[in-house]
């Protein structure tokens, strides 16, 4: 898919990131978790004051995928403080790939990576980690191929259900 193109989301892009997180968060996980786990969560974690405050961090980033006029997924980064768990300066979190199913198998997903490698790369990172629920084989799948390896696990939290996260890392010193 050479057509699909990466731009950095800015607050004016709000309401685009707003929905393909919401559209893409509904698609991966709502067969598997309760329907009002799944409202209240998306509630919160979705809603425009949240991603405006994501959006204004200077130390998080979004990249919105497009395929012609559709945003059909996105990257979320956290550097330093504004990761949600490890905090390290010489880390970066990818804290979101997602992509619309019908674009799966696409290679959209493996661009979003890409650019965060190399973000994380030019910030001279030293690793970079995220966590990825225990039941998303597809993803547990992708960073494995990408050669991450788990290292850890944290509690997530998603409505009245705790879940557990694996937690993954690659050491960027690693690669050449």
């Known amino acids: 898919m050479n057509e699909v193109i990466l731009s950095k989301a800015t607050k004016s892009d709000l309401l685009k990131v707003q929905d393909i997180a919401r559209k893409c968060f509904k698609e991966t996980f709502s067969s598997m978790n309760s329907e009002k786990n799944m409202k209240d969560y998306i509630e919160y974690s979705f809603s425009t004051k949240k991603i405006k405050k994501e959006l204004s961090n200077p130390k998080s980033e979004f990249y919105l995928a497009k395929y012609k006029e559709e945003i059909i997924g996105y990257l979320k980064l956290n550097f330093e403080e504004a990761q949600t768990e490890i905090k390290d300066k010489n880390s970066v979190e990818i804290e979101r790939i997602y992509v619309l199913s019908k674009f799966h198998g696409k290679k959209v997903g493996q661009l979003l990576y890409n650019k965060a490698l190399a973000i994380a790369k030019h910030k001279m990172a030293s690793y970079i980690w995220l966590g990825v629920w225990e039941e998303n084989q ?25 879940q557990t996260d694996f937690m993954m890392k690659l050491e960027l010193n690693l690669i050449v």
């Open 138 to 162: 597809r993803a547990i799948r992708f960073y494995q191929k990408n050669d991450f390896i788990v290292f850890d696990t944290h509690n997530f939290k998603l409505g009245d259900e705790v």
